[in-house]
C-alpha cells in the first residue's frame, strides 16, 4: 500500500510510527495457511509491538499471545485474546506475575528453569490450582543471526538443555500441582537461515518422543518464533517450507504446533517518520539532523541494525552524512555514512521496516514524550495512540514534590 507520509505528517505532526494493517494481515494469513495440515495456533508475540490496536488486529485474524510480562497477559485480555490462547513465557517471572498468570488461567507458563519450576509449584499448591506448563529446551544450536538475539546457545541465559528438562517433565508428571503439556524452543530472532531451525526442531521432536514412552504425553509443541523479515537485501525462508520442515519433523506426533511470531508479523508493516531541522557540518562531515532520536528508535544505536532510509524530497544531489537525532548522546543516530540527498527544513525522512521493536522500545530520555501511533487500514487512517505531553510524562512524580 502506498502511504502518503506528508498528508499524515500534516494531520498528526512529526515524529510518528504508520502502521499498514493491511500488511500485517497478509503476513498472519501467510504464516496461518503454511500449517493448514496441522492443528496450529499463531501466537503473536506481543513484545514487538504491545500497542493494543495492533494486538486487537492480530487478535480479530484468530491470532494467539506470547507474552513475556503480566503486563503483555494483561493487554492480550483486554483486546479480547482469551485465555487458551495466551502463553506466558520470560527467563525471569517474579512470584505476582505467576500468581496472577495462574488466577487468568492461560494456556501454559513456559518454565526456563528448574528453579523457576519450583516456584510455579509452590504457587500453585498454595493457590490450590494446576499449573499447566512448557519447558523451553535450549538445543545448543547457533541460529546465525546477531549475538544480542541469539537464544539457543547454551552461553545464553534462556532454557535448560535436555536432560535437565527430562528431570523437569518427571518432577511435573509427579506432582499434583503441575501439568505437562508442552514443549517450547526457540533459538532466536531475525532468522533467515532454515536449517538451525530443522535441528532444533528435530532435536526437540525426539524429546517429545521420549516423553511419550514414559507416559508423559503432551499437547503443544512450541517452535518460537524468528522468522526474519528483509531490513536490506536479505533472502529469507519460504513460510511453506518452513512449516513443511517443522511438520515432518513432527512425523506421527499428534501435537498441536505453536509458533510465535512478531518481527514477521509487524516489522515491515511500520514506518517511523521524522522531519529535517536543518544541516551541519563538522570538518569534512556532514550532519543531517532530525526531529525523532534513538528515544523513539533505538535499534540503530542499540544493534547498529539497518534501516533503508528515504528522504522525501526530489533533490538529486546525494552526498555522504550521518543522520542523528537531537539528544546528546553521541549513539543518537539513524545512520552513518549513508548517502542521502540535500535537504531543507522541514523536509520529510521515512525509515522503513520499524513496525518491531521500534515504539515497544522507545523512552522518555532527555523527557522527550513518545511520539504517536497511526493505523492504515484500506486506505484510511487513525490515531491509535496519542502523542506523549509533558504533563503526561511527569504525571506519576507530579504530586510528590515537597
Known sequence: MSINFK???????????????DHITKQYEELKGAFKARKSLIAY??????????????????????????????????????????????????????????????????????????RVETIARELGKIARISIRVNPNIDPQTHPYISTG???????????????????CKNSPSLEPV????????QLTQLQPIIESVKIIADLVRNLKAIKIELSFMDIGGGLGIVYDNEILIDTKEYA?????????????VVCEPGRFMVGNAGTFVTKVLY??????????????????????????????????????DFSDCNLVGPICESGDFFAKNVQLQKTEHNDLVAIYSAGAYGFTMASNYNTRGRVAEIAIENGND????????????IALEEEFIK
Do not use: W
Open 7 to 21: 498528508e499524515l505528517a500534516n494531520k498528526y505532526q512529526t515524529p510518528y510510527y504508520v502502521y499498514d494493517f
Open 45 to 118: 508475540a506481543v513484545k514487538a509491538n504491545s500497542n493494543l490496536s495492533v494486538i486487537k488486529h492480530l487478535a480479530d485474524l484468530g491470532a494467539g499471545a506470547d507474552c513475556v510480562s503480566i503486563g503483555e497477559v494483561k493487554r492480550a485480555l483486554k483486546v479480547g485474546i482469551p485465555p487458551y490462547k495466551i502463553i506466558f513465557s520470560g527467563v525471569g517471572k517474579i512470584d505476582s506475575e505467576i500468581k496472577e498468570a495462574l488466577e487468568f488461567d492461560i494456556l501454559m507458563i513456559n518454565v526456563e528453569s528448574d528453579a523457576e519450576l519450583n
Open 153 to 171: 546457545l547454551h552461553e545464553n541465559k534462556f532454557g535448560v538443555d535436555i536432560d535437565t528438562a527430562k528431570r523437569m517433565y518427571i518432577q
Open 182 to 189: 508442552g514443549m517450547h524452543c526457540h533459538i532466536g530472532s
Open 244 to 256: 513443511q520442515s517443522v511438520l515432518d519433523a513432527m512425523f506421527k506426533l499428534d501435537i498441536t
Open 279 to 316: 544541516e551541519k557540518v563538522n570538518g569534512n562531515k556532514r550532519f543531517v539532523i532530525v526531529d525523532g532520536a534513538m528515544n523513539d528508535l533505538i535499534r540503530p544505536s542499540l544493534y547498529n541494525a539497518y534501516h533503508r532510509i528515504e528522504v522525501l524530497n526530489d533533490n538529486k
Open 382 to 393: 487513525r490515531l491509535i495512540r496519542k502523542r506523549e505531553t509533558f504533563e503526561d510524562i
